[in-house]
């Protein structure tokens, strides 16, 4: 493959601006404090300094101290991306690092630079260096990138990612540098000097490590070298000569270089496979192997695994004695042997024997004569260990070498069972270079700066630039087919004393020895930097030197690597090959010219360049100033641009390669051109390299007047410079423009227009056919000659490219005339007429033609893509929209994008071809290739989105969204599509708009137009985030100043919400005042007179007391009712409102208090409501806030007095599952403080964090506090009862669900625990009992019969012995040993005792059976039903019993009332005999029980549900139990009835406000309230708590939850519900009071809040909710009005936002919940959108407001009734709203136009009521057109081509008939009138000038007037095709029947042929007698 250096002769380009550079970060840092730290670590006394941050430790301090004065610098520069898209913002970031700090700053040319980030270390940074580390994600192979910035310093690196997150890594050996590639980063591990042993008697260690994250081990590379010979040996990178020189991560290689070889070598970098990983690991047999043997890489792994882990800093003593070895330190022979191989103990330090002095040495001795740099690292232990043991490895295989003591020490060691560490990186030698034997070592030497380079053919290049030898070596390479591999095919080099690349104008500028900057694009020379004049007499010393550019080969085969240059000539034929020898001598002379240039050092010239951003260099000059200059661009012009691209494409590379170099040095002459003459001075260059002569040529003579084309004319003008030198005159004189300047005189600039008309007519008078003068020949010796038709026929591709974009259209015309004349001169007749067409008034101007020798015509290469048919795309589109097949349209890949997207999505949506985009795309698609070029790589559109395109059965339009957005399509990119030709696009928008599916991503909603939807899957995207991050709406509450409001608590429910949902009434602040507990309570006694004053004060207090019962009871409600409703800040504790115990008596509001003495209150009363108010505080912190385990040690209380209360807030931490985050050493501390209610917060937390995941760590906290878990002979815990119980339960909620055997028979044995000998387990049984049991009920939670491995326990006939008594088994296992002795206090024998164990029991048979339907089991708990029976159950026990039974037979319960009473049994319900003894106390308990027990089961089943019927039976009870209890008074119910019928309606109420949980219902609200204001007499504590939980549920989370009925919520209610309530505040015999927050596990979030996309505020909306078939109902759809609660969603199909205000959307629920779900979780907040033309129904409720509804009353009001200016009340858009104002009001200036302003309001209206505001400038865009075609003032015909579209498209839906008429977009009466408007101005035309029609079909000269322009319009909107050929077909045309025949032929539609007729006829037959009137054919 030869490479053609070809080289221009003496050119010259000027450079850019300069400007002096000064890294920005060395100013920062001057201003920065960083000394100061410094001194402040030294003064710590070393005692702080052992525990001070372990990044430096104690070392790193005592280096500091002998720091030198002057810091090194560095910095380096790169182009900044703001990560949008890579073009839109251009910056530089700089990463500065000197001393301690390292800067990271931006700036560009237009904005000053800043810091962006400032770090600073705790030791001098050795490199920073940017990386991007990739993290993968856990759904499929979905890599996330994390950039960062890491700082190296010698002991760790400092990682900081952009997100925030800071990592420190340590490093378990030196580093001697750090290399970021694709992966993350690379490490070398820095050598020993005395590393100098031939032959190692070890193994190498190896030398390069990877981190593939700062998180990941140190892992080392694997290497594979190529060659035959070594086969495919893996082995770790392991030889300490090979030096990295360069990494790069595009494609991803390394470039090493070898210090013995001398050569450099490129690898591929990727990860491990899975075979080689196994390969280097497998220990190899023979012992001389390469790879590392076992005992090293256990070795590595030992070492690195210590040093990278930091368990405890200074673990081991001092440094020397590293833990490994401290065995081996007692052997002194090993000790000797340490130092017996000195060269062996590879260290740094200089003092090697200074290290280990004795075994005992003191930790400071060791530390002050450690002082080497390799010692500063984080853990001690580790790497010291690393340092001593790690450089002497001795492997097993090679006895002879050392003495065998010292090897047994060593194995002591390495640790064998350390597994190695596993290899992530593997590098794969992809080239090397090839360097003769001879002179080897001169040759080469180590490349100080290596970087990649492309040309403008796109070859690449890895250049390495060699100091020494003053050369540039260029190797090219191509990336292979599979893109892993790269073929290196050749080598040349370049003379350069530095080069630089230059990224985006593919080129790199080279520093000759010279001095004098040149440009080179690839190894292609382009031409000399000129640098404006300030530094030019300093740098621009001309330098004649024999200085000559010869490639020279190195070809690296085996095979020729003798014959070491290959001299391959450039084309400008040398005069002679250049001997070896003359090249060497260059080098002498170069050395002997600086030599002689030494007295000039005063005037500075450039040492080197660096920071090479994008097209941006410095200089560094010998002065040490340095400055940043700016290469030019190759083409600033967009066109230009484009064409040049083209040109690229088609050519051959070299030739391309020619003309790119060419116009790069006529566009960058010193002084060049201003913009605007760009596309002139192309055209001039473009023609002259095809063989024109443009002076000649009158169009481009008047282009060249404005514009001169030479290098230098005018540079000192463009540039005033202060001092002009002789050189830049020489040079001047020398160039190629002298000499030509003297045959052709210079003309003055002369402006075309001001020719004199004479002259012009002169220009334009040339005929094609008059023989012309020879100038106007073409030159066929031109480079550009032989590629003319292929030149023409891309440039003509990319002209229809321009037409498609209305941006680049106005370019087009100016290359039409480029155009037109290449068609002319290849009589391309055709073309001319398609560009005449176009621009009608313009091309006539043009009539010159160029001839080309037909001798020569063969030269030209006419590619078989140029037809003669000429390709036209709005042709192609229209014949598509027709319905006609056409041949596929050729296209440019890469270059006409614009063109593929548009055609394919016309194949797509309207030939509906399904397959258009992906495998039929050469149906529609002709891909141009470049006959010549190797590898035609299509780069992927400009910026490619994450959308998958998946096509199911989705609809055409949807199919077209979604591959349109795949393609990288905006709705920016839309507006700049035509108009005609957006429609169809338009309407697939519009039709997918309508209804669109829920699971698009956010690109596809952006196009569509519905923000709603984007701003909801933008959400769904910031899933981690917290809801109140980035625009999104999020429901934060209002911030209130008043102090009385803020300290209830309940300050966070959202008002907006709560608002919507019970806009009607106030109940939302009832609530608050029921359940605050912060104020004192009005204490109203009225004193009777016989009552003396001490007695009156003692009757208050007991009367607060009473109250204080209530408002104690009070947190636990308010807990439930603000649920999640609160982000803490994590800077501030949360506030915990006072439990305020104190009243205020009326009058004269004196304080009551209960600590006065005079009554005596329980003590510890306010225990536990404390707790619950602790409980209440915490549960209002949402599960999304950020909370982490320093702030809830931050919120730990300083009094003791608090410490209730911040147990009570641990559990509500674990409730909402922050408590995971809490370490485990804090848990640890606040268990051991033995404070019992911490422990009880604690455990029950933990446990509900980890509900159901069998977590051991946690499983092992609570068997501590569980006497059966722990093994039996372990000593005695005094853990606390109510722990034990808490534990118990802990151990149900980690295990649930799970069926744990153990665990099951451990609990069901506790249920019956007998009391202990010592009054151990003798107070509150009962609760252990029944904790035992709901633990085991969780544990096997809905398993029913079906336990696995349970089978032998019977479990249920143990708990059914347990419910009813009888012996007690035997004790079965472990827990024997215990209950040897029975109790001494309680007398139990050896029956069960009922009493404790069967609610327990009771309930763990309800929850393992739960809803099973098993009625075997639920016939164990019905009800006895004979009376004898009865008498033996506690009535509470008959509620327990029909609630279990009821949820066993879970489907059988029924909502009514029927159902409820079927619970009781027969006996009870019949006629009494009188003759038998019944007491009717014990059945009217019975009764009662065991309705509010049905009613129990009737809440659970429906809970959440808010169920009609459900609610109105439990309400029926309520009802009926209140009239019973207001007899309760009488003698007929005792007090014991009372007691038993309020427990009952605390039951039913509770029952109701489950059903109802989050509704807020009034009537439960209002009993609530009743409940609450009855304190005296029986209403204790327990019961007070139930009304309030009620309460609480019935509200909760402010309305924003409710319950769900899943089987753990079930159960977490059974806990919290236990219908057995405590007596008074201390109260926890039967139950635990801290298990009555479980009920919070049930909630679950269901509000779906409807949020306004436009406002951001919560508003009303319909939504429409189908339930799926059950056996109970059939498929319903209900209407609810949202915000709403959502039923549980697996009972839904679908949910839709109905219209008509709102844009639908829906929801299918059947395919999957999760969307659904996560929308709930995120404040249910759901996005909508207004539809223009409505109101929201807050504002209009009834819709008689909207626009449309004024239009009812007679069809056509609405429009006349339209007032424009109330358009802002209907719709958001501010395009709209500003229309109506500024085209829709009559003004004074617009009087005259009164019925356009009618027009526009019209079109306004449309466009509102339509609501496709995005179609107004469509209407109007039509409007103008039509307008400009009647005035007769158009001047080029493509608006007439998009109305043509725009009726195909119409005419297409009309004939489809008028089914889907709603799915078009233009739909109204508008299109028919524009349409005819049209029709009646060209048949108007017609008529007069169908002579005109007649003189172009005979292909006359057209004439250059209004006329041509009317007769384009004429055919383009006509469709008529170019007839100069179908002259034939009409031969013999005499009748209409004839063309009839042949209008197929013709290819014209016919209803445009009917127009026609006359005119055609009368041309064929030459008669114009078959005038057919033309009327009677419009169609």
Same mark, same amino acid.
């Given at each position: 493959?030869?490479?053609v250096v070809?080289e ?5 380009i ?6 002096s550079?000064?890294?920005?970060g060395?100013?920062?840092c001057?201003n920065?404090p ?6 402040l670590r030294e003064?710590?006394p070393?005692s ?6 372990g990044?430096a430790?104690l ?8 720091l030198?004065?002057r810091?090194?610098?560095s ?6 991306c ?9 910056f530089e970031?700089e990463l500065y690092?000197a ?9 560009s ?14 030791s001098?940074v050795q490199?920073?260096l ?5 993290v993968?994600?856990n ?5 996330e990138?994390?950039q960062t910035?890491c700082?190296v310093?010698s002991?760790c ?5 952009v997100?925030?997150?800071d ?8 580093v ?8 993350g ?12 042993h031939?032959n190692p008697?070890g193994e190498p ?10 998180l990941d ?10 060659g035959p ?20 991560c ?6 090493s270089?070898?210090?013995v070889?001398?050569?450099h070598?490129?690898w591929?970098?990727r990860?491990?496979t899975h075979d080689?990983r ?10 001389a192997?390469t ?11 030992s070492h690195?695994?210590?040093a990278?882990?930091l368990d405890?800093p200074?673990?081991s003593?001092?440094l ?5 070895i401290s ?7 090993h000790?000797?042997?340490?130092y017996?191989h000195p ?14 002095h004795?075994?005992?040495i ?11 740099p ?8 580790g790497?010291?260990?690393?340092n001593?043991s790690?450089h002497?490895p001795s492997p097993?295989?090679h ?5 065998s003591p010292?090897s047994t ?18 590098v794969?030698?992809?080239w ?9 070592r ?6 100080s ?6 040309d403008?053919?796109e070859?690449?290049?890895?250049c ?10 260029c190797?090219k ?5 599979d893109?892993?591999q790269l073929?290196?095919p050749?080598v040349?080099t370049?003379?350069a004393?530095?080069a ?9 500028l080279?520093l000759?020895a ?5 440009i ?10 000129h640098?404006?004049s300030?530094?030019?007499q300093?740098i621009?010393?001309?330098n004649?030197?024999?200085?000559l550019?010869?490639p020279?080969e190195?070809i690296s085969t085996?095979a ?7 001299h391959?000539?450039n084309?400008?034929?040398m005069p002679?090959?250049v001997?070896e ?6 080098k ?9 240039f ?11 360049l660096r920071?090479p951003?994008c097209?941006r260099?410095?200089l560094?000059l010998?002065s ?5 200059i ?30 790119l170099v060419k116009?790069y040095n006529?566009?960058?002459a010193?002084?060049?051109?201003s ?13 002259t390299?095809m ?7 009158a ?14 004319i ?8 202060d001092?002009?030198?002789d050189?830049d ?8 423009y002298h000499?030509?300047?003297?045959s052709?005189?210079?003309c ?5 227009n001001?020719v ?6 002169d220009?334009f008078s ?6 012309s ?6 030159e066929?010796s031109?480079p550009?000659?032989p590629?003319?038709?292929a030149?023409f ?11 498609l974009?209305?941006?680049?259209r ?7 005339c480029l155009?037109q004349?290449l068609?002319r ?9 398609l560009?005449w ?8 101007c043009f009539?010159?033609s160029?001839?080309?020798?037909q001798?020569v015509i ?5 590619p078989s ?16 929209l027709r ?9 440019l890949?890469g270059?006409?994008?614009?063109t ?5 999505s ?5 030939i509906?071809?399904?397959n258009a985009t992906s ?6 698609l002709l891909k ?6 190797? &590898?035609?790589? @299509?780069?992927?559109s400009?910026? /490619? $989105? #994450?959308v998958?395109? *998946?096509? %199911?059965?989705e609809?055409?339009a +949807?199919?077209?969204?979604v591959?349109?957005?795949s ?5 920016k ?5 035509p108009f005609g030709?957006?429609?169809?696009i ?5 039709r997918c708009?309508?209804q669109?599916s829920s699971?698009?991503?956010e690109e596809?909603c ?11 899957a933008?959400?769904m ?5 917290k809801?109140?991050v980035g625009?999104g709406f ?9 102090a009385?409001?803020?300290e ?7 008002h ?8 009607q009434?106030? &109940?939302?602040? @009832?609530v608050?005042?029921l359940? /605050? $507990? #912060?104020?004192?309570v *009005?204490? %109203?006694?009225?004193?009777?007179? +016989?009552?003396?004053?001490h ?5 208050k207090e007991?009367k ?6 209530r ?10 009712f ?10 501030e504790p949360l506030?915990v ?5 104190t009243?205020r ?6 304080m009551?208090?209960?600590?006065s003495g ?7 009363m306010?225990?536990w409501?404390s707790?619950?108010?602790?409980v209440?505080?915490g549960l209002?912190?949402a599960?999304?806030s950020?909370?982490?385990s320093a702030?809830?040690a ?6 003791p007095?608090l410490?209730?209360?911040?147990a009570g807030f641990?559990?509500?931490l674990g409730?909402?599952g922050?408590?995971?985050?809490l ?9 051991t403080?033995?404070?019992?209610m911490?422990s009880i917060?604690?455990l029950?937390?933990?446990s ?6 069998m977590d051991m760590s946690i ?14 002979t372990?000593?005695e ?9 808490a534990?118990?339960i802990?151990?149900g909620l980690?295990?649930?669900g799970?069926g ?7 609990l ?11 009054m151990?387990?003798?107070t509150?049984?009962?609760s252990?009992?029944?904790?035992a049991g709901?633990?085991l ?5 809905g398993h ?10 019977n479990?249920p006939?143990?708990l ?9 088994r ?6 024997r ?9 309680i ?7 009922v ?10 048979l309800a ?14 708990l019905?009800?006895?039903?004979t009376?004898?029976?009865?008498d ?8 327990l ?5 009821c ?5 059988e ?5 029927e159902w409820?009473k ?7 319900r019949g006629n009494?005999d009188?003759s038998?003894?019944?007491n009717?106390?014990t059945?009217a ?6 309705t509010a027990?049905?009613c129990?089961?009737?809440g659970?089943?429906?809970?959440g549900s ?27 119910v005792?007090?014991?009835?009372y007691?038993?019928?309020q427990?009952?309606l605390?039951m ?6 489950m059903?109802m ?5 009034l ?8 409940f609450?204001k ?8 327990g ?6 939980m009620?309460?609480?549920?019935l509200?909760?989370?402010?309305g ?16 919290a519900?236990?219908?057995h309530f405590p ?12 298990l009555r927050h ?9 509000l ?10 919560p508003?009303?909306?319909l939504?429409?909710?189908t339930?799926k078939g ?14 709403t609660?959502l039923p549980?969603?697996?009972?839904l199909?679908?949910l839709?936002?109905?219209?008509p ?6 929801l ?5 919940t999760q969307?659904?779900?996560s929308i709930?979780?995120?404040d249910?907040?759901l996005?909508?959108?207004l539809r223009?033309?409505q109101?929201?129904?807050?504002d ?10 004024t239009?009812?009353s007679h069809?056509n ?8 200016e109330a358009?802002s009340t209907?719709?958001?858009?501010p395009?709209l709203?500003?229309?109506?104002e500024?085209?829709?009001?009559t ?11 009618m027009l526009f309001?019209?079109?306004l ?11 107004l400038?469509t ?6 057109a039509v307008?400009a075609?009647h005035?007769?003032d ?12 725009v009726?195909?498209?119409?005419d ?14 233009l739909t109204?009466?508008f299109?028919?009138v524009?349409?005819n408007?049209?029709?009646v101005?060209?048949d108007n035309?017609?008529k ?8 172009y079909?005979?292909g006359?000269v057209?004439s250059?007037d ?6 384009a319009?004429?055919l383009?909107y006509?469709?008529?095709p170019?007839f100069?050929n179908?002259?034939a077909?009409?031969?013999g045309?005499?009748s209409?029947a004839d063309?009839l ?12 042929l009917?127009?026609?007729?006359p005119i ?14 033309l009327q009677a054919?419009?169609s």
């Open positions: 493959m030869s490479e070809y221009e002769t003496a050119t010259m000027a450079a850019g601006d300069l400007q550079f000064v890294p920005f060395r100013e920062h001057r920065h960083n000394a100061f730290n410094l001194q003064l710590q070393a702080e300094l052992w525990s001070s941050d990044a430790g070392v790193g301090s005592l280096q500091e101290v002998s030198q004065e810091e090194r610098e910095w380096q520069l790169r182009k900044g703001t990560g949008v898209k890579e073009d839109e913002a251009e970031e690092t001393g301690n700090m390292a800067v990271w700053s931006q700036g040319r237009t904005q000053a630079s800043s810091v962006y980030k400032a770090f600073t270390v705790d001098p490199q920073a940017w990386c991007n580390f990739a993968p994600q759904n499929n192979d979905a890599e990138v994390e910035v700082i310093q002991t690196i400092n990682v900081h990612t997100t925030g997150k990592f420190i890594s340590p490093l378990p050996f030196q001697s540098n750090v290399w970021a590639t694709k992966f980063l690379l490490l070398e591990r820095k050598n020993a000097a005395n590393d100098t031939p008697p260690l190896p030398t390069v490590f990877s981190m593939l994250h700062p081990e140190i892992a080392p590379i694997v290497c594979k070298p190529s010979f070594e086969g495919s040996r893996v082995q770790y990178v392991s030889d300490s000569n090979m030096k990295i020189v360069f990494t790069c595009q494609p991803s290689i390394v470039v270089y070898d210090t070889q001398g050569t070598t490129v591929a970098l990860k491990v080689e196994s390969m280097v690991l497998r220990c190899p047999t023979e012992p192997g790879p590392l043997g076992l005992m090293a890489s256990g070795f590595l792994a690195l695994r210590n990278s882990h405890s200074g673990g003593g001092g020397g004695s590293a833990a490994g065995s081996a330190f007692s052997s002194p022979l000790y000797s042997a340490l017996s060269s062996r103990i590879m260290t740094s330090s200089p003092g090697v024997h200074s290290r280990v004795s075994p005992s003191s930790n400071m001795a060791a530390l002050s004569r450690a002082h080497s390799g010692m500063a690292a984080p853990s001690f232990s790497v010291s260990r690393f001593t790690f002497n097993r295989g006895h002879g070498l050392l003495p010292n020490a060593n194995e002591s060691v390495a640790m064998p069972e350390m597994e190695p560490i596993i290899p992530d990186l593997c794969e030698q992809l090397n270079e090839v360097v003769s034997a001879g002179c080897h001169e040759m080469s030497s180590q490349a700066k290596v970087f990649l380079t492309s403008l053919c070859n690449h290049y890895l390495f630039l060699v100091e020494s030898h003053q050369h540039l070596r190797v390479f191509i990336e292979s087919n893109a892993t073929i290196f050749s040349t370049i003379p004393k530095d630089a690349p230059l990224q985006n104008i593919d080129a790199m080279v000759e010279c001095g004098s900057l040149v080179y694009t690839g190894i292609t020379r382009v031409s000399k930097v640098l404006p300030s530094l030019s300093s621009s010393l001309t004649h030197l024999p200085y550019s010869t020279v190195t085996p020729n690597a003798g014959s070491r240059h290959i391959r000539l084309e400008d034929a002679s090959p001997s020898l003359k090249s060497l001598n260059i002498q002379h170069e050395a002997s010219f600086f030599e002689d030494s007295f000039q050092q005063a005037t500075p010239f450039i040492l080197s920071d951003v097209n260099v410095t560094e010998s040490g100033a340095m400055l940043r700016c290469i030019p661009e190759i083409a600033t012009s967009e066109l230009v641009r484009k064409c040049l691209e083209a040109i690229r494409f088609i050519l051959p590379k070299e030739v391309a390669m020619k003309v116009w006529i566009y960058n010193p002084g060049g051109p913009a605007h003459a760009e596309w002139s001075q192309f055209v001039t260059c473009f023609m390299l063989g024109y002569n443009t002076e000649r040529l169009w481009t003579r008047h282009l060249q007047f404005e514009v001169p084309l030479s290098p230098v005018a540079a000192k003008k463009a540039r005033p410079s001092g002009g030198s050189e005159w020489d040079y001047l004189l020398a160039s190629h000499r030509q300047i003297n052709q005189p210079v003055g600039s002369v402006d075309p001001n004199p008309s004479a002259e012009k007519e220009l040339h005929q094609a056919d008059s023989p003068s020879s100038s106007l020949k073409l066929s031109a550009l000659f590629h003319i038709p030149l026929s891309v440039l003509h591709l990319l002209y229809q490219e321009l037409q974009d209305e941006l680049h106005a370019r087009a015309s100016s290359l039409v155009l004349q068609a001169d290849l009589q391309l007749e055709e073309y001319v007429d560009y067409r176009d621009y009608p008034s313009l091309i006539s009539t010159e160029c001839i080309i020798d001798a063969g030269q030209m290469h006419r893509f140029l037809s003669s048919d000429p390709p036209c795309v709005f042709n192609w589109l229209s014949s598509c319905g006609e097949a056409s041949p596929p349209f050729p296209y890949p270059i006409c994008q614009r593929k997207l548009l055609v394919l016309y194949a797509l949506y309207i509906g071809d399904d495998t039929n795309e050469w149906k529609y141009l290739s470049a006959g010549q070029r190797s &590898r035609v790589s @299509e780069p992927n400009r910026r /490619q $989105s #994450s998958k395109v *998946r096509f %199911s059965s609809s055409l +949807e199919q077209l969204v591959w349109l957005t393609q990288g399509f905006t709705l990119d839309l507006e700049s599509v030709v957006a429609l169809p338009r309407e697939a928008i519009y708009r309508e669109p699971d698009w991503p596809v952006l196009l569509i137009g519905r923000q709603d939807l984007t701003k909801q933008h959400k995207t910031l899933g981690k985030s809801a109140s625009s999020s429901l934060v509450p209002p911030a209130s100043s008043e009385d409001e803020e209830d608590g309940m300050l966070d429910i959202i907006e919400v709560t608002g919507l949902i019970w806009s009434d106030l &109940r939302i602040q @009832e608050r005042r359940l /605050q $507990s #912060s104020r004192p *009005r204490v %109203s006694v009225v004193q009777q007179p +016989e009552v003396s004053d007695e009156y004060i003692e009757e007991n607060l007391l009473q109250l204080c019962q408002t104690m009871a009070l947190p636990v409600g308010r807990g439930l603000t649920l999640f409703s609160y982000h803490p800040v994590p800077t506030p409102p006072k439990l305020n115990l009243g008596a009326p009058p004269r509001n004196a009551v208090d209960l600590n005079n009554i005596d209150v329980p003590p510890n306010t225990n409501p707790f619950h108010n602790g209440a505080a209002k912190i599960p999304a950020q909370v982490d702030w809830i931050y919120n730990k209380p300083k009094s007095e410490a209730n209360e911040y641990l559990m509500a409730l909402n922050h408590l995971t985050k370490a485990t050493l804090n848990i640890h501390d606040y268990l403080k033995g404070h019992e911490t917060g604690l029950l937390g933990v509900s964090a980890k509900l159901g995941t499983t092992r906290l609570l068997s501590i506090h569980i006497p059966a878990l722990l093994p039996p372990s000593t815990l005094d853990v606390p009862h109510n722990v034990q119980v534990a118990v802990g151990i980690v295990y649930q799970t744990h055997r153990h665990n099951a028979e451990v069901l044995s506790e249920i019956g625990r007998p009391p202990g000998p010592e151990e387990y003798c509150d049984r009962e252990y009992s029944l904790a709901l633990a009920g969780m544990v096997c939670l029913g019969s079906n336990l696995i491995g349970m089978t032998d326990l479990v006939e143990q059914y012995q347990y419910m009813v008594g009888g012996h007690r035997a004790q079965a296992g472990a827990s040993e215990r209950h040897k002795s029975p109790s001494y206090q007398k139990e024998g050896d029956t069960i005792n009493d404790v164990t069967c609610p327990g029991a009771t309930l763990a929850m393992i059976y739960l809803k099973t339907n098993n009625r075997s089991i639920a016939d164990w019905k009800p006895p039903d009376w004898f029976l009865l033996f159950i506690k009535p509470e026990f008959l509620l019993r029909t609630l279990a039974r949820i066993i037979m879970w489907d319960i029924l909502p009514n009332t409820v079927s619970n009781i049994p027969q006996i009870m009494f009188p038998e003894d019944i009717m106390d059945m308990q019975a009764q009662d029980y065991i027990g049905a129990m089961a009737l659970l089943r429906f809970a808010a169920n009609s019927d459900a609610f109105d039976c439990l309400y029926e009870f309520a009802k009926t139990f209140m009239k019973m209890m207001s007899f309760a008074g009488t003698a007929a005792g007090a014991m009835g007691y038993n019928l427990t009952c605390s039913i109420l509770l029952a109701m406000s059903v949980a989050g509704t807020g219902n009537k439960v609200l209002q009993l609530c309230r009743f609450h009855r304190t005296g007499g029986e209403m204790n504590y019961f007070h708590m139930a009304h309030h009620a309460l609480g549920l509200f909760l989370g402010g924003r939850y409710t319950l769900s009925t899943s089987n753990s919520a079930i159960a977490a209610l059974l806990c519900l236990y219908p007596a008074h505040s201390t109260d926890n015999r039967y139950h635990l009071q801290a479980l009920a919070v596990l049930a909630a679950e979030p269901r779906l809040v409807p949020v306004d996309v436009d406002s951001l505020k508003c009303y909306a939504l429409e909710v339930y059950t056996k109970w109902y059939d498929e319903t759809t209900v209407e609810l009005m949202a915000p609660l549980e969603l697996h009972l199909k679908e839709k936002v109905k219209g205000r709102y844009w639908e959307l829906s299918d629920l059947s395919k999957e969307h659904l779900k709930l979780v995120r249910g907040v996005y909508v959108k223009a033309g109101l929201p129904y807050k209009d409720p009834q819709g008689w407001k909207s626009l449309l509804a239009a009812v069809r009001s609405g429009v006349t009734a339209f007032k424009p358009i209907f719709t958001s858009e395009a709203i500003s229309f109506a500024f085209f829709c009001k003004s004074e200036g617009l009087k005259s136009r009164e019925d356009s302003l309001s019209a079109m209206y449309e466009c509102v009521t339509q609501e496709c505001p995005e179609m400038p209407y109007i865009a039509i409007e103008q307008g075609l005035q007769g158009l001047q080029q015909t493509f608006p007439l081509w998009q109305l043509r579209l009726v195909e498209l119409w297409g839906r009309m004939l489809r008939g008028l089914a889907n008429k709603h799915d078009t977009l109204s009466e299109l028919p524009m349409k408007a049209v029709d101005a060209l035309w017609l007069d000038h169908s002579s005109e029609v007649r003189s079909m005979r006359e057209l250059r209004a006329q041509s322009i009317m007769l319009c004429f383009v006509r469709s008529i170019c100069r179908t002259q077909n009409l031969e045309c005499n209409f063309l025949l042949r209008s197929s032929q013709l290819g014209i539609p016919l209803r445009d009917l127009r026609l007729v055609l006829l009368s041309s064929a037959s030459g008669s114009q007698s078959l005038l057919f009137p054919f419009s």
